[in-house]
């Protein structure tokens, strides 16, 4: 974990592949092989079924704003002085119960505490882009103006 920001351990190896496929631009969910139940976050069993069998699959990385909070004051302290700044939870296109935790971004450059706070919007359509952040590239989001 870094001193500064809250980094995934990227070498979990339930998550790994996650953010291997992170680093290559591609937003991707494990998938049950013997029942096909997508899941995330990503786990050893799967719920539904309890096969410890799984493999990778893409995702198109478009889906909508589910929820959404400003925390103010931060909630961590190593984020004081980015405060205030938004995390969004995303409920995935292809399956709106594979939701995913990040930022909105206002560009796929642009700092996450730097985004006009107003622009949030439950629905909103949105797609993935990947920041990198100490050498981990996070999953955040930008508002896809071509879904709506």
Do not use: K, M
């Given at each position: 974990m870094s001193e500064?920001?809250?980094v995934p351990?990227?070498?979990?190896?339930?998550?790994?592949?996650f953010w291997q496929a992170a680093a290559q631009g591609q937003l991707v969910v494990?998938?049950?092989?013997?029942?096909?139940?997508?899941?995330?976050p990503p786990r050893p069993m799967c719920y539904r079924c309890r096969s410890l069998r799984?493999?990778?699959?893409?995702l198109s990385g478009r889906?909508?704003?589910?929820?959404?909070?400003?925390p103010h004051p931060p909630l961590l302290p190593?984020?004081?002085?980015?405060?205030?700044?938004?995390?969004?939870?995303?409920?995935?296109a292809e399956d709106p119960a594979l939701r995913f935790v990040g930022n909105l971004v206002e560009s796929p450059e642009a700092p996450f505490h730097q985004?006009?706070?107003?622009?949030?919007?439950?629905?909103?359509?949105?797609?993935?882009?990947?920041?990198q952040v100490e050498g981990i590239y996070l999953p955040r989001?930008?508002?896809?103006?071509?879904?709506?």
């Open positions: 500064q920001w809250l351990d990227v070498e979990d190896p339930d998550s790994a592949p494990q998938s049950c092989v013997d029942c096909g139940q997508r899941r995330f799984h493999h990778w699959q893409p889906g909508t704003i589910w929820s959404f909070v400003v190593a984020y004081e002085a980015v405060a205030p700044y938004n995390v969004i939870v995303v409920a995935a985004t006009n706070l107003d622009r949030l919007q439950i629905g909103a359509p949105v797609r993935v882009v990947f920041q989001w930008v508002l896809d103006p071509s879904e709506r």
